[in-house]
């Protein structure tokens, strides 16, 4: 679907969402009631040229939920123009909050549909009374916009099929928006893996027709206030490798390069948010498969940084790419401020924290609160995972420094994150944390304003983090 934000003098529909019906007034409240609506969350009531929609708050991730559910309603009926002024009667308008329900509930994935039903809705929010001053008003507008945008386009990457996005194909969308964006854009292929001793990265994509791809976008903008690096695990597929998943194990697999996506997703609003620091963004696209060629459980490899890590299962494939991705970074980057990680690392910990939840690990106290607010703010669900000092033995190997998969699942996320560790260098300890996005990336069902599909998972949470730097 798509929408415009306009003005428009002659609207079909008009959407009001309700908490109760303490604004209206008697008629309408009976009229209402006697349709049976009742103004809870989820409810949608078509009246004459109004469109009523409940919710159990006028504010936040409520509002979000009840404007998607009205965006959604309205792409059902035959209305192309819609008005929305009143919100209970409040006061204020919650703008961002109305825009990103609208933007993010009303995507959809048409692509490998043979018929695309591609509706266009104009529409215009009334914005005489809304929290904002006049003067950031359409800032707020622009920046909205602009993350949502971006947060789609995630969901666009994520959804397509692994045929059709390689990790060459993640190359040429870096390519494509850092033009768009004014970015840096290096891209290396296998032998700048070789040549700089990324043998684990180079391992995983070793049976595929694929070629691996280690991809660095960079935002400079003038005098930066410091450097903040994302990296993110782009596994175009991953079918386990010899250590194959199950069937149903595999599908949905194409979602492994979330992270990645993710990282693609936040450089694209840089500008929009008028980033004061320097910006990194680091890929590993790689595609793990099966074939002769295909790396080994058994096998020893020597990381960027010179650790040796026994391969104990194929399918543990996302650390060893990560690791030399963030050694790449902490070789290549000096004096970092924050250095996070992304991926959709381990189906554990979507038992630790069920699905829709990403699990954030690292050292670093205060800079987790940092990422509980950015959180709190952005509505994206985060829960942290504790490290102890007993668990780091879980990953030692007889043989080689470290093994990539443990024979134990209990806390499985956690030993995954311990095991980037040993990529992190000491001077950097405090400045990493480690986001597992594998519950909140992808899910096979509606939830929110999030579709079926895709998410875009980390987008908003980490663009709120860096507005919030000061
Ligand atoms: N890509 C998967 C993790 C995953 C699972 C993402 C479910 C999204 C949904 C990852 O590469 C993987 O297979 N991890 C293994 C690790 C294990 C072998 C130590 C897992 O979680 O089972
Ligand atoms: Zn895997
Ligand atoms: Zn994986």
């Known amino acids: 679907m798509k929408i415009k934000l306009k003005e428009i003098k002659d609207f079909d529909i ?134 949502c945008d971006s947060v789609n386009l995630v969901r666009d990457i994520v959804n397509t099929t692994p045929e059709d996005f390689t990790p060459l194909t993640m190359a040429q969308k870096a390519k494509e928006i850092s033009f768009e964006n004014a970015l840096e854009c290096k891209v290396f292929g296998e032998d700048y893996l070789k040549e700089n001793g990324m043998n684990a990265m180079l391992a995983v994509g070793r049976a595929s027709r694929h070629e691996s791809q280690l991809i660095h976008l960079t935002y400079k903008p003038k005098n930066p206030k410091g450097k903040i690096v994302l990296v993110g695990k782009g596994l175009t597929y991953d079918c386990g490798g010899l250590s194959l998943k199950s069937g149903e194990g595999m599908v949905s697999m194409k979602c492994d390069k979330s992270g990645a996506s993710a990282v693609l997703g936040i450089m694209n609003s840089l500008n929009a948010i008028s980033c004061e620091y320097e910006v990194h963004g680091i890929l590993g696209a790689v595609e793990n498969m099966i074939g002769g060629d295909a790396y080994k459980p058994d096998d020893v490899l020597v990381a960027k940084n010179g650790k040796t890590i026994e391969v104990r299962n194929t399918d543990a494939e996302g650390r060893l790419v990560l690791a030399d991705c963030l050694c790449y970074a902490q070789d290549e980057i000096k004096d970092i401020d924050y250095i996070f990680d992304l991926a959709t690392l381990t189906g554990a910990c979507i038992i630790a924290l069920g699905e829709y939840t990403t699990g954030v690990m690292g050292h670093n106290k205060k800079l987790k609160n940092k990422i509980d607010k950015a959180a709190e703010k952005s509505g994206e669900l985060v829960g942290f995972l504790p490290y102890n000092r007993y668990l ?56 929110g304003y999030n579709p079926y599909g895709a998410s875009g998972a980390g987008v908003r949470l980490i663009l709120e983090f860096i507005k919030n730097q000061k």
């Open 14 to 147: 008009e959407i009001i969402v309700l908490k109760d019906f303490k604004d209206c007034n008697k008629k309408e409240k009976d009229l209402l009631k006697n349709s049976g609506f009742s103004a809870k969350e989820g409810e949608v009531l078509h009246m004459g040229s109004t469109l009523y929609v409940g919710s159990s708050k006028l504010k936040g991730e409520d509002l979000k939920i009840a404007f998607s559910n009205a965006i959604k309603a309205v792409s059902k009926t035959k209305y192309t123009n819609i008005k929305i002024s009143l919100v209970n009667n409040e006061k204020e308008l919650d703008i961002k909050n109305i825009i990103e329900g609208l933007l993010l509930g009303s995507y959809t994935f048409n692509k490998y549909k043979s018929k695309k039903e591609e509706k266009s809705l104009n529409i215009f929010i009334d914005d005489k009374n809304t929290k904002y001053k006049k003067i950031d008003l359409q800032k707020v507008i622009n920046e909205t916009i602009a993350i």
């Open 392 to 447: 780091p033995s879980m990953i030692k190997s007889s043989i080689a420094d470290i093994v990539n998969s443990v024979s134990s699942k209990a806390g499985g996320a956690i030993t995954a994150s311990l095991f980037l560790d040993n990529f992190i260098k000491d001077e950097n300890k405090d400045k990493w944390l480690h986001f597992d996005i594998a519950g909140a990336a992808y899910r096979e069902k509606v939830w």
